[in-house]
């Protein structure tokens, strides 16, 4: 019911005398914002253009301020200008003969790296050595976790002790260094002990 | 005896590391053991498990499992790779990524082809053994769940896997899993926690587990249902190992029993054969990891870091030195060594290096007191090591200026200056590239030369205020490859013997850096040797006990050591269960030859006669209450000390004082694991 209603409602609103020039006005709006909408895009497009333009030439005159000059390279050698001549011609082959001044350099620094090192993915590195944290926790979780019913070595001793021929006291009375929140607590109690009897 | 003023050195903090895998090589008689911390040591069956040979660990190789394969031994480990080590130049040989995540068992199959890696990522992955590289074959399985054990059939079709609540048979032939076993839960308060099958043994007709609830099951194979099932702890069933005639079955838990079955008549008379549960073995107080079965014994080792080698004593016909127990505890080799001119102690740690000066007194008092220290014992250094890999060897230079050490990755040296309270350490640069890494290290006693082996060769390094140089190598003319493990100095440093794990003793002549001669091998291992500083003759102590004096500037045997070989040594001396690990000599009585082993040390006085067969061995105290007069007539030449126990080293210092570093047993038990909880009456 309540869609009916408001159905014919906008029916209505359609119809009226004033809607006409809202229609107007608003296909107006619309086609100007359209407009706007294509120019912003274009003005956008060709800013993009320009900046691009600008880019490569700034890397061209880099790539021109890199070289020497050609009278330098002319001086260097007689035979390089054969290559020379073909560098001039592409850019990636003027990146070869660039690099050959340098290349000491360049292959000093493989030799640095191939000496002790080899070369391998940190991100499979990471994830193997949390595989292995993960099986050790597992172990230690099956062995020594909660539910595994141990005791600790103190304990084993001091049975080992009370129940030898010889019979002893528990370890942490044996050996002074070990134990000492054992014993504190053990003579805290004897205290209690103690004070509740009125012995003293 | 002589009296000696003693320093009773215990600030050595020596841990073992616990044992997590066995491997026993029935062709070669060697039994392979992996520790903890990556180390790999080698024992010989024939030679009263005596420690052959190590390997070094490195930080993160965790081993979970060792296989033979003819003379080749394989580890794989959590870290997921598996690696074949080179036992002659005691490194890994390579490791190749098996790429499913840690490896928590590694089987070969019978013909020795091929090797089965079970993984964390479910699949069982086979490869191919090449003559010096494994190369992968194909994945097997591949189901979520992680496969902790394996054991191939003795046919080489089937493999099983032990997995979490289940063990899988898989068929070689096709890759599929054929069979699929359950195996329950533990009773009441384990009924959440999943059963891990930590071992499997696959057996002719039966396939054996032994799981987290505390069970060792036996599972038929054509039909996979379950024959029979022992609870045989409350704990877990770590480990299972079979005889080779499948006969006999053995089982190490938790509660650090290992538990035998064997294969019995019924009716006596009557063909069929049931396992029964035999007998119960308690020589571990912590968790049993690995077994190994070797015809007439039974090893066992675990997070207790002792190696136990039983005796089955129904397999042995008489007593003799075998059919007793023996434990090692104690490394067969020396990990302290001993500047004797200035009195520092040198103590080898797996990461670490730690420099003592030992403590002074003043006193005086009768034999047996204490006397007052006026200097206490101070550290001088410690010094990590770089790197991942652990320290193989180290020394220390007798005047105390040098100390070097060895990985398997490189060596280093450095210099120490010590002023009144500084103490400034500068690494020496540019060691020769031949000595890449050392298996022995030691310095000539005027600390003017460093001597280095790789494999069997020894290299020769001359040490100046400015840095060093190499000066020459030295090699067998045997040829042999097998690894140097002892070095000899003469304290005129003119002859350097080197005993390699083959018992091939080399002597060579420093100063014309040529070789001198060499000893007629025997045929068990060296376990100490040293040179007499005024006779230079070379006193040699097998594994087996006994006792060799080569007089190396004769070429030949002494006579007090032809006297040993006609006698006979003492058998209380002879059936002693720890080999020698040092030789030194008292500089005050000639005669005197000092060797320890882990619970003792022994004075020989080569002037007295050798107790003969039916004499006491151990007569001290009837010699002290005997008067003067008779002492002599009644003393032999050995004299054994154990006062002091266990001992990592004893050394005699310049000064004529003895230097003992003791190793109390008290200090490594509390630094243990936890071990299962026991409930005893009345405690």
């Known amino acids: 019911m309540k869609r009916d209603g408001g159905a014919s409602h906008d029916s209505s609103d359609d119809d009226g005398a004033p809607d006409e020039v809202t229609f107007e006005d608003s296909k107006a709006t619309a086609l100007r914002s359209a407009r706007e909408a294509a120019q912003a895009a274009k003005r956008e497009k060709e800013r993009f253009k320009e900046w691009r333009r600008k880019r490569q030439q ?53 030799r640095r790296l191939q000496a002790n090192c080899s070369v391998m993915r940190a991100k499979d590195q990471d994830e193997a050595a949390s595989r292995q944290q993960a099986a050790v926790d597992f172990i230690q979780a099956r062995l020594y976790g909660p539910g595994s019913r141990r005791m600790t070595n103190n304990q084993l001793l001091s049975i080992k002790s009370k129940r030898a021929v010889h019979k002893g006291a528990a370890v942490q009375f044996m050996n002074k260094s070990k134990g000492a929140e054992l014993r504190a607590k053990a003579e805290k109690c004897n205290k209690r002990w103690i004070h509740k009897k009125k012995l003293i | 005896m002589g009296e000696f003023t003693v320093h009773r050195v215990r600030f050595f903090h020596y841990m073992p590391s616990g044992i997590c895998a066995m491997a026993f090589n029935r062709r070669t008689e060697r039994l392979a053991v992996a520790r903890t911390d990556g180390s790999v040591e080698l024992y010989s069956r024939t030679d009263h498990f005596f420690q052959e040979k190590v390997v070094p660990g490195r930080q993160q190789r965790s081993i979970q499992a060792l296989c033979w394969v003819g003379k080749r031994l394989f580890g794989a480990g959590l870290s997921g790779e598996i690696a074949e080590f080179d036992l002659d130049n005691l490194r890994l040989k390579f490791s190749q990524d098996a790429y499913g995540g840690p490896i928590w068992s590694i089987v070969c199959n019978p013909q020795g082809t091929h090797l089965a890696a079970g993984c964390e990522d479910g699949t069982v992955k086979l490869f191919e053994i090449l003559e010096d590289q494994i190369r992968f074959e194909r994945n097997m399985g591949g189901q979520k769940g992680r496969i902790i054990s394996l054991a191939w ?26 069979q699929r076993l359950l195996v329950e839960r533990g009773s009441r308060m384990q009924q959440s926690q999943e059963c891990v099958v930590w071992s499997v043994l696959f057996l002719s007709d039966i396939i ?45 838990t938790s509660e650090g029993t290992v538990v035998q079955f064997q294969l019995l008549d019924v009716v006596l ?94 006193g005086h008092g009768p034999p047996g007191c204490i006397l007052p220290v006026s200097r206490n014992p101070e550290k001088l250094l ?28 490189g060596i280093r040296l450095y210099r120490l200056q010590r ?80 005993a390699n794990s083959n018992s091939e003793i080399h002597i060579y002549n420093m100063h014309k850096l040529k070789a001198h001669c ?104 009837t010699l002290k209450s005997l008067p003067e007069a008779e002492r002599l007539k009644h003393s032999h030449a050995f004299k054994e000390c154990k006062l002091y126990q266990p001992l990592l080293c004893v050394d005699m210092l310049e000064n004529q004082s003895l230097v003992v570093v003791e190793r109390p047993l008290l200090d490594i038990t509390t630094n243990l694991p936890a071990p299962v909880r026991q409930k005893k009456f009345a405690t």
């Open chain 2, 208 to 252: 054996v587990s032994g799981d987290s609830a505390g069970k060792v099951k036996m599972w038929d194979v054509n039909t996979g249902t379950l024959i029979k099932n022992h609870q045989v702890t409350e704990w877990d069933v770590l480990t299972l190992s079979v005889s080779q005639d499948e006969t006999s079955l053995f089982a190490g």
């Open chain 2, 518 to 621: 060499t000893v007629p091998v025997y045929r068990s291992g060296v376990s100490a040797m040293g040179i007499h500083p005024e006779t230079n003759n070379l006193v040699i102590v097998h594994a087996d006990h006994q006792i060799f004096e080569f007089s190396i500037e004769q070429m030949q045997y002494t006579d007090w050591s032809r006297r040993v070989q006609k006698e006979g040594l003492h058998h209380v001396w002879l059936e002693r269960d720890t080999p020698v690990i040092n030789v030194t000599f008292n500089p005050q009585n000639p005669n005197h030859v000092i060797l320890h082993d882990s619970y003792m040390f022994c004075i020989i006085d080569q002037s007295l006669p050798l107790p003969d067969r039916k004499s006491q061995f151990h007569n001290q105290l």
């Open chain 2, 419 to 498: 002023d009144n309270k500084n103490v400034s350490i500068t690494k020496v640069p540019k060691l020769p590239k031949v000595l890449r890494h050392a298996h022995q290290l030691c310095f000539s006693p005027d600390s003017s030369h460093l001597y280095g082996t790789t494999s069997s060769a020894v290299h020769v390094v001359a040490l100046t205020s400015a840095g060093c140089k190499f000066e020459h190598s030295l090699k067998p003319k045997s040829g042999s490859t097998h690894p140097v493990r002892l070095l000899a100095v003469s304290s005129d440093g003119k002859f350097l013997a080197s």
């Open chain 1, 58 to 110: 700034f890397f061209l005159e880099q790539k021109k301020k890199r070289l020497l000059p050609e009278d330098v390279l002319e001086e260097i050698g007689d035979f390089p200008v054969q290559k020379l001549e073909v560098s001039e011609g592409g850019d990636e082959q003027a990146v070869g003969v660039k690099a050959k001044p340098s290349a000491g350099v360049k292959r000093a620094k493989v």
């Open chain 2, 269 to 362: 008379g009557q063909e069929e054969k049931e396992w029964v549960r035999t007998r119960t073995f308690k020589n571990h107080t912590h968790d049993v990891i690995a077994l190994a079965e070797a015809d007439t014994v039974i090893i066992s080792g675990g997070m207790d870091t002792q190696l136990v080698v039983r005796p089955l004593l129904d397999k042995l016909d008489f007593k003799s030195r075998d059919s007793s127990l023996l434990k090692i505890l104690f490394p067969q080799r020396s990990l302290v060594s001993c500047a004797k001119k200035a009195g520092l102690l040198l103590f080898q740690y797996p990461t670490h290096l730690e420099l003592w000066r030992l403590g002074d007194t003043e």
């Open chain 2, 382 to 409: 410690h010094l990590k090591i770089k790197g991942e890999d652990h320290v193989c060897c180290s020394a220390v230079a007798p005047c105390g200026e040098w100390i070097a050490y060895s990985t398997t990755s």
């Open chain 2, 153 to 178: 059939h003795s046919s080489g079709t089937k493999i099983a896997a032990g997995m979490i609540d289940m063990i899988k048979v898989f068929d070689l032939d096709s890759g599929n899993a054929v």
